[in-house]
């Protein structure tokens, strides 16, 4: 059966307080259910046992659905089927339903699903970011191919859990044993500063922001530097880029616009690759810049990233495009209601489940 046309299930131009903005009640939920309320939404947190007392505690959850398991959520959807209810993903939104529970998603979703696939396969979002203009690490096939330091990334490695920094091809052959039976892909390690972008493109009215940027603070490999080269030799010392928290970061303003180029080329190209709205809403580059102030690109999220929940009282960025405590969350609930106000909300929600 065909899902409902948007205008069906919202009817035209109403005010934002009968909607309600529904998050999973993790990553960046909070941050994302107070920027709807702001906004003038109604709110609800999806829960576990675990996180419902934490989400019922703020004034700006008007509603909490408690569940088993997030994994579960696709059997409690049909309890929003009824009401004008407007799912936010983030990060672990794609971490708890698989790519098809994602897309099979019948409540109307801000974003593009699209772009999960593109998204999801490191081939297909090198291809993209590459047809962007930008500069990737160098992968190599085979151990036997490797010429520099390369980081060894698991398939299903979550938040550098699973990654390997191998100096050289005698190092991965020491290692093999391993990988064996294993898939991964070898990068060329990039030393630098790693830097996330977090912008958002609004389909409204074309015009792409940076919001804020982040860096990652991750042990062990952010501390090794405090221990001198020289009374590391012989500690067996492995680095890990397992993620700890995000600290606040302004760039040189001279590399402000390569910056901005890359985000518009990214959203440029998506339209050519997922459909004609492409990527819009919240996303981030992740990269890692050189000292001859190159970035080179690791990744790309579509979606809020937990960076963000530094700025949930905006960030020097957004403080350039608004007067107001701008946060990523808050800006997506401002689109929704700019396009609820024109008329035009089927070009922020995803096409698949609705239309
Ligand atoms: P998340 O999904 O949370 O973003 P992830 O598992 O996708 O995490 P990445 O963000 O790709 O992991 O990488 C984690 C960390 O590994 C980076 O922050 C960076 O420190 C390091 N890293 C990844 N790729 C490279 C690279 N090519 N060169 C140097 N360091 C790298």
Redesign the pocket.
């Known amino acids: 059966m065909l899902a409902p046309k948007v205008e069906q299930l919202f009817g035209n131009r109403e005010q934002a307080e009968y909607y309600t903005i529904v998050t999973l009640g993790s990553h960046s939920a909070l941050q994302i259910l107070k920027g709807a309320k702001d906004e003038g939404f109604r709110t609800l947190a999806v829960a576990n046992r675990q996180t419902e007392r934490l989400y019922r505690s703020y004034g700006f959850v008007d509603e909490v659905l408690a569940i088993e398991r997030y994994e579960d959520f696709p059997r409690h959807m049909q309890s929003l089927e009824h009401r004008k209810a407007v799912i936010v993903p983030h ?1 672990s939104f794609v971490a708890y339903l698989s790519l098809e529970d994602h897309k099979k998603m019948t409540i109307p979703y801000f974003g593009n699903k699209a772009v999960l696939d593109w998204e999801a396969s490191r081939e297909l979002q090198r291809q993209w970011l590459s047809a962007a203009g930008l500069n990737l ?1 160098r992968q190599f096939k085979t151990g036997a191919e490797i010429d520099r330091p ?2 060894v ?1 698991l398939y299903g ?7 390997m920094f191998v100096r050289d091809a005698h190092d991965f052959e020491e290692r093999a044993g391993l990988l064996a039976r294993r898939n991964y892909i070898i ?6 500063v ?1 830097l ?1 972008i977090h912008y958002f493109y609004s389909p409204l009215t074309g015009r792409l922001e940076i919001m804020s940027m982040d860096r ?1 603070y ?1 042990t062990n ?1 952010d501390s090794l530097g405090r221990i001198p080269a020289a009374a590391q030799e012989g500690l067996d010392l492995e680095p890990s ?1 397992v ?1 700890v928290g995000n600290q606040s970061l302004s760039l040189r303003e001279s590399m402000l616009a390569e910056a901005y180029r890359m985000g518009e080329d990214v959203v440029r190209v998506s339209k050519d690759i997922c459909g004609p709205k492409g990527l819009f809403g919240a996303f981030c580059i ?1 990269t ?1 810049i050189t000292p001859d102030t190159q970035f ?1 690109v ?2 790309i ?1 579509a979606r809020i ?2 960076g963000t929940n530094l700025f949930i009282n905006g960030s020097p960025y957004s403080y350039l495009n608004y007067d107001e405590p701008m946060s990523t969350g808050r800006r997506i609930a401002r689109e929704l209601k700019n396009a609820l106000l024109s008329n035009s909300l089927r070009l922020v929600l995803d096409d698949s489940g609705v239309l």
């Open positions: 990060g690490p390369v980081i990334k490695a979550n938040g550098g859990k699973g990654y990068q060329e390690y990039i030393i630098g790693p996330y990652r991750e490999v880029y993620v992740e890692i080179y690791m990744e999220s990233v937990a």
